[in-house]
């Protein structure tokens, strides 16, 4: 491609994040005209929806949520659906009392450093190494908005403190909220309320949903269940990222915010569906590998592609491929998995 075409997409996207070399313009530029197409017409609809004021939880909301919030009403529709704007307004003043009160220096020193019981994936000054709003040589840098949202979510839950991961999560609340006490909400309905025990110290309820996934797969994919048992693979060698992250830094951008709008509002039955997915759509590659490190790889290749990069086509298939899944299933198998988990040590 000619460099005059290849400048025909910007190199840095809406969100700050500078598209690397081996970016494939051509691909994204027919998917774009299209997908532009439907954001137009969703903005429109959603306007009309949004002139009452509230969002209230309905189907047409539910309907309305899958096929895409616009970045424009994204903030103030995570905030409503996942009840984090009824938290602010019943604790005013809150979030800034948090960042005032008395310092704890082992928390200050996870938070810049990442000393956690994970295994190290950044740190906080190297989150988004590709992201302008988040350099030092930015003004407004966007590390010390990152670095007030933790610590003050640290101070007001202390049972998780910081945990590697969250910086990817309040990274991202912060683009697209630009308010750090509303991404301080959202945080806290993610970590508090929509994923439970995901980072606390003994990560249970994340070793739990892991265990889950398997448990899915093993019904609704055996191949690749029987694979997985015949390798002695765990689930956690391939997926801990996705769940930890939410896959912030796994999936493109567009496509992980899509999924995070129906996480707010449709919870964490969410995670499973996309996993489903990005598994079902390319069991047949899954199902060539003969080793663990083989597995291991492939699983991070169907990570990328069209297929991921297309994200409302994904997000169509997110809710037909994996076929029924329920919160009422996914409870049931959290309790046979934790109780596993809990009976192991």
């Known amino acids: 491609m000619e460099p005059a075409e290849r400048s025909r997409v910007p190199r840095i996207d809406p969100y700050g994040f500078e598209r690397p070399e081996d970016f494939d313009d051509a691909a994204y530029e027919k998917f774009f005209s299209s997908y532009l197409v439907t ?8 306007s009309r929806l949004l002139q009452g004021g509230s969002v209230p939880r309905s189907r047409t909301v539910k309907r309305y949520v899958r ?14 659906l996942s009840g984090a704007q009824a938290q602010m307004d019943q604790n005013p003043g809150y979030y800034h009392r948090l960042l005032q009160g008395e310092r704890n220096p082992r928390l200050e020193d996870a938070i810049r450093t990442g000393v956690t019981p994970l295994p190290r994936l950044e740190y906080l000054n190297r989150t988004f190494p590709d992201n302008v709003k988040f350099r030092k040589t930015t003004d407004p840098c966007l590390q010390k908005t990152l670095y007030n949202v ?3 979510y640290g101070h007001h839950n202390q049972g998780v ?10 990274g991202y609340l912060i683009l697209i909220t630009n308010n750090e006490e509303e991404s301080f909400w959202l945080l806290d309905a993610l970590v508090g309320r929509i994923l439970p025990d995901y980072y606390s110290p003994a990560m249970l309820g994340l070793k739990t949903d892991q265990e889950v996934l398997g448990e899915l797969v093993r019904a609704k994919l055996p191949a690749v269940g029987a694979l997985m048992e ?13 769940f930890i992250c939410l896959f912030v830094d796994v999936l ?3 496509t992980v915010l899509r999924i995070w709008d129906c996480l707010f509002n449709e919870g964490s039955k969410i995670i499973f569906r996309v996993a489903l997915t990005l598994i079902k759509q390319h069991q047949e590659f899954i199902l060539e590998a003969t080793s663990i490190p083989d597995i291991c790889d ?3 290749q169907i990570t990328k592609g069209s297929f991921v ?11 037909s491929e994996p076929g029924s899944l329920s919160m009422a299933t996914v409870a049931k198998l959290r309790e046979s998995c934790r109780a596993r988990l809990l009976a192991q040590g």
């Not at 390798?231 to 801990?240: A, F, K, N």
């Not at 994200?311 to 997110?318: A, G, L, N, R």
């Open 39 to 46: 954001l137009t017409r969703r903005a429109i609809k959603w």
């Open 309 to 319: 990069m297309e994200c409302h086509t994904f997000m169509q298939k997110i809710f």
């Open 161 to 170: 403190g910081y945990c590697q991961g969250m910086n990817f999560i309040a």
């Open 252 to 254: 493109p951008v567009e």
């Open 150 to 152: 933790l610590l003050a």
């Open 298 to 300: 492939k699983f991070k």
């Open 67 to 80: 096929k895409g919030v616009p970045l424009e009403h994204r903030a103030r529709v995570w905030m409503a």
């Open 230 to 242: 015949r390798l002695g693979v765990l689930w956690t060698l391939l997926v801990s990222r996705w």
